[in-house]
T-cell receptor
């Protein structure tokens, strides 16, 4: 399958700082990228959908000013968690697809805010 | 009603057993369906797509029932390595992948 690279794999940051997570499609052009968050023993919850060159569409309850998404090219999307707090600690996963088919996932980023 | 529902389990089965999971979805306009496998603290990985006519890949069989709005996954001759969480994914009318909560499978010796 197609390859999606996400990094960092894990990050520990201090409360109040910002963290940037990158998601790259390595061998295809990702017209659409999805960002999910997964808390322990829960399902992946969609945070936002981004199309290359457009503003991201955020799901209800997700603060767009806190979770900044940039999808500036067909191979790269970034999620920046601004002013992180301990409750933002979670597993963040990006997903990318080229057309309307199955999406491919990055490795995930485990964020711990202390 | 949630968009995609799965029994979280866990399903605890011996090696060699046959086990089946169901997943129901609420959006009748859903276009495509998938089963993903997720190991602990890892990203989900595509197990198989689910086609209207049903499809089989080795020990795994996936089926779609549009009338009743559910998909199923059957695993035959379970292996210890099949232990994982199986996620049902439904692409809705806008083709945004929506995940079920996942069904936990534990295969024991």
């Amino acid at each position: 399958g197609a390859v999606v690279s996400q990094h960092p794999s894990w990050v520990i940051c201090k409360s109040g700082t910002s963290v940037k997570i990158e998601c790259r499609s390595l061998d295809f052009q990702a017209t659409t990228m999805f960002w999910y968050r997964q808390f322990p023993k829960q399902s992946l919850m969609l945070m936002a959908t981004s199309n290359e060159g457009s503003k991201a569409t955020y799901e209800q309850g997700v603060e767009k000013d806190k979770f900044l998404i940039n999808h500036a090219s067909l191979t790269l999307s970034t999620l920046t968690v601004t002013s992180a707090h301990p409750e933002d600690s979670s597993f963040y996963i990006c997903s990318a697809r080229e057309v309307i088919t199955e999406a491919f996932f990055g490795q995930g980023t485990r964020l711990t805010v202390v | 009603r949630k968009e995609v529902e799965q029994d979280p389990g866990p399903f605890n089965v011996p090696e060699g057993a046959t086990v089946a999971f169901n997943c129901t979805y609420s959006n009748s306009a859903s276009q495509s369906f998938f089963w993903y496998r997720q190991d602990c603290r890892k990203e989900p990985k595509l197990l198989m797509s689910v086609y209207s006519s049903g499809n089989e890949d080795g020990r795994f069989t996936a089926q779609l029932n549009r009338a009743s709005q559910y998909i199923s996954l059957l695993i035959r001759d379970s292996k210890l390595s099949d232990s994982a969480t199986y996620l049902c994914v439904v692409n809705g009318g806008s083709y945004i992948p929506t995940f079920g909560r996942g069904t936990s499978l534990i295969v024991h010796p």
